[in-house]
């Protein structure tokens, strides 16, 4: 009997729990994404010439956009769930 109870105790306690370092996990992978395809669209901008060049620096506009919705939403749950940075 005991040991239901114990059990029950320590899932009302462990569901409660606040997870606050996911958000910071993502930033870590996302932020240094973020900069190579900033990087990689002034590279591509600058340096090549024609349709070639439009299509790179498109694909890493859309990477930047998909990249930055991550971090956006990973900055919003942060700050709903923890309370800010």
Not at 34 to 40: K, N, Q, S
Request: glycine content about 10%; proline content about 4%.
């Amino acid at each position: 009997m005991w040991r239901t109870v114990a059990t029950a105790v320590v899932s009302v306690i462990v569901s409660g729990a606040v997870d606050c370092d996911g958000p910071l996990a993502v930033m870590l992978f996302v932020a240094p994404s973020l900069v190579v395809y900033v990087a990689g669209a002034i590279y591509y901008a600058v340096l090549l010439k024609g349709p070639k060049r439009n299509l790179l620096v498109a694909l890493c506009a859309l990477m930047i956009v998909a990249a930055g919705g991550k971090a956006w939403t990973a900055y919003r749950e942060h700050q709903s769930v923890c309370g800010g940075w």
